[in-house]
């Protein structure tokens, strides 16, 4: 029986380096990145199922209906949410997902996932995630201001996820997940079968339904 995967859900104020850590996972794992939908029309060099599934709006909020998506928001008049069949697709092959969300939305994927793992990541300092945030150069001082007042708001969902990494190396970062993907692995209510070796042979038994 292949062993069902976990759902890495990954969230953390604007500046901790979320989507760096999420891209060394990938490379290091056997993990596959979630693909939102969206009723958005692609840009150019797109493409369908690989940077988002693109849908009209007629067949989202259909799937909203067929509650087919973990979560999912309107944001400046377009529609984008995280499908469930897909994901439940890889973790069923026993493939990891990883879904890099805010945390409105991991919030919202809490109460539809019994089994995730929610990692907030954190910057060293707030003064770090800062100078994080100039080096970008995209920021006005008052998005900077904004952004960063956001970041103290978000820090205070802290409490809702089941762990916290400090952002000070990627390299760091990406070890301390893997070491909970580890541990996750080995928890009790995630075993399915006890495999007992017996004089060459293997006998199987059933812990839980």
Do not use: W
């Not at 849908?55 to 499908?83: C, I, Q, R, W």
């Not at 973790?91 to 409105?104: A, P, R, S, T, Y």
């Not at 820090?155 to 909970?180: F, H, L, Q, R």
């Not at 006890?194 to 060459?200: A, G, N, T, V």
């Amino acid at each position: 029986m292949t062993k069902r995967g976990i759902l890495i859900v990954i969230s953390g104020p604007s500046g901790a380096g979320k989507g760096t850590i999420c891209k060394e996972l990938l490379k290091r794992n056997d993990c596959y990145l979630s693909v939102s939908a969206t009723t958005r029309s692609p840009r150019a060099g797109e493409v369908h199922g690989e940077n988002y599934f693109f849908l009209s709006k007629d067949e989202f909020l259909k799937k909203v209906e067929e509650k087919d998506f973990l979560e999912y928001a309107e944001v400046y008049g377009n529609y984008y949410g995280t499908p469930k069949s897909s994901v439940e697709e890889k973790l069923n092959m026993g493939h990891n997902v990883i879904l890099e969300i805010d945390i409105q939305g991991a919030l919202k994927v809490k109460e539809n996932v019994q089994d995730g793992v929610f990692i907030f990541i954190l910057p060293p300092s707030m003064e770090e995630l800062k100078q994080r945030i100039i080096k970008r150069g995209s920021e006005t001082e008052e998005s900077l201001m904004l952004r960063f007042k956001s970041a103290y708001k978000e820090i205070n969902y802290i409490s809702k996820y089941n762990y916290a990494v400090v952002n000070d190396t990627v390299d760091n970062a990406v070890k301390k997940i893997e070491g909970i993907l580890i541990a996750e692995k080995c928890r009790v209510d995630r075993i399915k079968e006890k495999i007992l070796d017996s004089k060459e042979g293997l006998i199987h038994e059933q812990l839980y339904d």
